[in-house]
């Protein structure tokens, strides 16, 4: 309560006077329907960062944007490498797995990344995000239940001659390396090539002797052809991805004072030298990075894809565009979920992800409004190679059922067909109906494959590998989704607009571990559903110098798909992890983003997200626990950010000063609000210091600057191993960037 106080005291303390300075209107232009619009023509909800911001607040990837955005947490999940969890308005994914789809959607370029495998999205030669709030289900459709992230990487420019490099050092043995050229090939044609490599090392100190230091490199490029002529453009990208190292080792929460009698430790105790996992391990050290683990896991992805937008001009009034796309990610990443040097639960996912899509749309300007209307294709394969090891250790010592290697390879095929609209309805200057629709047909198919690794004669512990199960397949899904809009602009240039939307993410097969033949027939989900209902507002104030966007929302959310980890009822077996659907659940809230100009020289942001209802309706799981009136995991009651940035002109350059935080209040990791798996409330701060003068360019940056200690997942294993994984978010990192501008 009191950081919520010190937000609106700033707030009030900060808000300028306007009588002195006027501030030009600016026409932002989004692409939140396909097609660039002035944003007050746009009836969702949307937040924008530019690739200015990201280039010099030093954002890594799309995991690093939720703290810029209300009501957007975007976690690195189980470890960096593994599939990013994404939240938006409380409706997101948790499982790390690899065979899911995220209900919020991201799209590059116009191209959906698919599984949530590829969500993953280095961030590099940007030109902007914008982040869609809200379900997305008329023309981004499928599986967009909580909304859509839309990354534009910077284009060709034609007749252009120019490029940078950039070099960086900081804290953690952070290296970058970066480079840009964009070269005119002719009159019509030019290349945009882009490479970017990174390296660098992870907060968290290992004590294990003879452990490395956890650490990964990095290496991304594109290739971009862009060809326009009088009725007719092209775009092709080519782009890949090298990502390799030690994967950042997870920590220990043990639960127990005494683990010989069972006695627990409390709340306030977990992370002192005075607890203890359920063999008596601790890692001796109060200092929040320090851990002790056998830590020899690798990380590897190589990913490559490729695209071609053609957009050719039919008339004056009518546009066809076609957008082919095909991606190729292979990767490998082990983990050790003990966080102790033994080998007690250690495995390795792997992944094999191709997906095909095709999208055919037509756009057409009327005197009475503009229509949109198309087809889209998509076909993903799915395969992976799993295994998890259990209790090695312990191999001839407990019970030969306990101490399993469990080997579990699945295929997933998923093909999505769709027709879509939408019509915007200018009814007059002043008011719009729009009416969307999309159908949607999409087909999985499933093979799930597990072997075992037992120990059957107590003198070969190496053990035998045996069949345990095969289960296949399929999940078929025939589902309509829409959307009703009304916009109304004021004659002094303010926005209002309602919406009533709905939107689904498709059923499939939980590619999970899964520890019996009977989970594994169970496997298969349903769709999920939501309606939601909004209203929003934006405006200008006081000759536009205070810029206000503000909208509240509510959510019927129907048969949700929730990753569920629940204690197994055989006492010390792996607690038992599955994706299905729940009853439902209801979410309502409200944002406000506000930005004050103070002159040309200085401008704050104050951003709020406000979700004090997000919570499972009547609900009982398949174990018998209720879990009605539970809190959504990872949803926030608040989320405020702010920012100010001050710019100063010193003989022939610009100097720039930027300083914003981030406040996340308490939440939890799961479904059953353990008190012990949860984050409690974090204030974040981060700054940067840069200055340019001619073609050169300095920044100064840091992130977490008061080095808050907090975690990305806090996963229970508590009637397992007796204690709680903890993959702990990075502490303080700073560095300087040099960029040269050709």
């Known amino acids: 309560m009191k950081l919520r106080s010190l937000y609106v005291a700033c707030a009030l303390a900060c808000a300028p006077s306007y009588a002195q300075v006027s501030n030009d209107m600016e026409v932002i232009e989004v692409y939140a329907t396909k097609r660039a619009q002035p944003i007050k023509q746009v009836t969702v909800t949307l937040s924008t960062v530019d690739g200015e911001q990201i280039d010099k607040e030093q954002l890594k990837d799309v995991t690093a944007i939720g703290h810029l955005i209300p009501n957007v947490k975007i976690s690195q999940n189980a470890a960096e490498g593994t599939t990013p969890a994404i939240n938006i308005r409380g409706v997101g994914l948790i499982d790390y797995n690899t065979s899911n789809t995220s209900p919020i959607a991201i799209y590059q370029?116009?191209?959906?990344?698919?599984?949530?495998?590829?969500?993953?999205?280095?961030?590099?030669?940007?030109?902007?995000?914008?982040?869609?709030?809200?379900?997305?289900?008329?023309?981004?459709?499928?599986n967009s239940t909580g909304g859509a992230i839309l990354i534009r990487n910077k284009l060709p420019e034609l007749n252009t001659l120019d490029g940078y490099i950039k070099v960086g050092r900081g804290n953690l043995d952070f290296g970058l390396l970066e480079g840009v050229a964009n070269i005119p090939l002719s009159e019509n044609i030019a290349t945009r090539i882009s490479v970017s490599s990174k390296e660098y090392d992870y907060s968290t100190n290992n004590l294990l002797p003879g452990s490395e230091q956890a650490g990964m490199v990095q290496t991304d490029y594109r290739v971009a052809l862009l060809g326009q002529w009088d009725k007719f453009d092209l775009h092709f990208k080519l782009n890949g991805n090298d990502w390799n190292g030690t994967v950042n080792p997870v920590g220990s929460i043990g639960i127990f004072k005494d683990p010989v009698n069972g006695v627990l430790c409390s709340v306030e105790e977990l992370g002192s030298n005075n607890c203890f996992d359920a063999f008596g391990f601790n890692d001796g050290s109060e200092r929040f990075f320090d851990v002790m683990v056998n830590n020899e896991q690798e990380h590897d992805t190589e990913n490559i894809g490729t695209s071609l937008k053609l957009n050719y001009q039919l008339n004056d009034t009518l546009e066809l565009t076609s957008i082919t796309a095909y991606n190729s990610l292979n990767r490998d990443h082990g983990f050790n979920c003990d966080g102790s040097p033994a080998q007690l639960c250690?495995?390795?996912?792997g992944t094999k992800d191709d997906a095909f899509s095709q999208e055919l749309r037509l756009s057409s300007t009327f005197d009475i409004g503009h229509l949109m209307?198309?087809?889209?294709?998509?076909?993903?394969?799915?395969?992976?190679?799993?295994?998890?090891?259990?209790?090695?250790?312990?191999?001839g010592i407990l019970d030969p059922s306990l101490?399993?290697?469990?080997?579990?390879d699945n295929t997933i095929?998923?093909?999505?067909?769709?027709?879509?609209?939408?019509?915007?309805?200018?009814?007059n200057n002043q008011f719009t109906v729009v009416l969307g629709a999309r159908y949607t047909d999409e087909t999985t198919q499933y093979e799930s494959h597990s072997d075992l690794n037992i120990v059957l004669d107590p003198s070969d512990l190496a053990g035998q590998t045996i069949d345990y199960y095969t289960v296949s397949g399929s999940e078929t899904d025939d589902q309509v989704s829409g959307k009703l809009a009304l916009n109304y602009q004021t004659l002094d240039g303010t926005q209002l607009y309602y919406s009533l939307s709905n939107g689904y993410k498709s059923g499939?097969?939980?590619?999970?571990?899964?520890?019996?033949?009977?989970?594994?027939?169970?496997?298969?989900?349903?769709?999920?559903?939501i309606l939601a209902n909004e209203l929003g507002l934006r405006t200008e104030l006081f000759d536009n110098q205070w810029k206000i966007a503000a909208a509240v929302f509510h959510y019927d959310y129907q048969d949700q798909q929730v990753f569920m980890n629940q204690a197994s009822a055989t006492p010390g077996a792996p607690p038992l992890q599955l994706l299905e659907n729940v009853a439902s659940s209801t979410i309502y809230g409200a944002e406000l983003e506000n930005t004050w100009f103070l002159g040309s020289d200085i401008d704050i942001t104050f951003n709020v997200g406000y979700l004090p209802h997000a919570e499972f309706d009547e609900y009982v799981d398949p174990l018998g626990n209720a879990l009605t009136d539970?809190?959504?995991?990872?949803?926030s009651e608040w989320n405020i950010a702010s920012n100010i940035n001050y710019r100063l002109n010193i003989s022939d350059g610009e100097l720039a000063i930027s300083l914003g935080n981030d406040y996340q209040s308490e939440y939890y990791f799961d479904q059953n609000m353990n008190e012990s798996a949860m984050q409690d409330n974090v204030l974040l701060w981060h700054a940067n210091i840069s200055y340019s003068i001619a073609a050169w360019h300095v920044n100064l940056w840091g992130k977490n600057l008061t080095d808050e200690h907090y975690s990305h997942l806090k996963f229970d294993l508590s009637s397992f191993l007796g204690m709680l994984e903890d993959f702990k978010a990075e502490g303080r990192q700073y560095g300087i960037n040099l960029r040269y501008q050709f």
């Open 508 to 529: 499939g097969y939980y590619g999970g571990f899964i520890a019996t033949p009977e989970q594994a027939e169970l496997a298969a989900y349903g769709p999920e559903y």
């Open 413 to 427: 095929n998923i093909e999505s067909t769709a027709i879509f609209g939408q019509f915007d309805w200018q009814i």
């Open 403 to 408: 101490t399993t290697t469990f080997y579990y």
């Open 346 to 349: 250690e495995g390795h996912l």
């Open 630 to 635: 539970h809190r959504l995991p990872f949803t």
């Open 373 to 395: 209307a198309g087809i889209y294709y998509l076909h993903e394969d799915i395969k992976q190679n799993n295994f998890n090891d259990i209790l090695r250790d312990l191999r």
């Open 109 to 142: 370029d116009d191209v959906t990344v698919g599984a949530a495998n590829n969500q993953l999205v280095n961030l590099f030669d940007i030109e902007s995000i914008e982040i869609l709030r809200g379900p997305q289900g008329t023309l981004f459709g499928r």
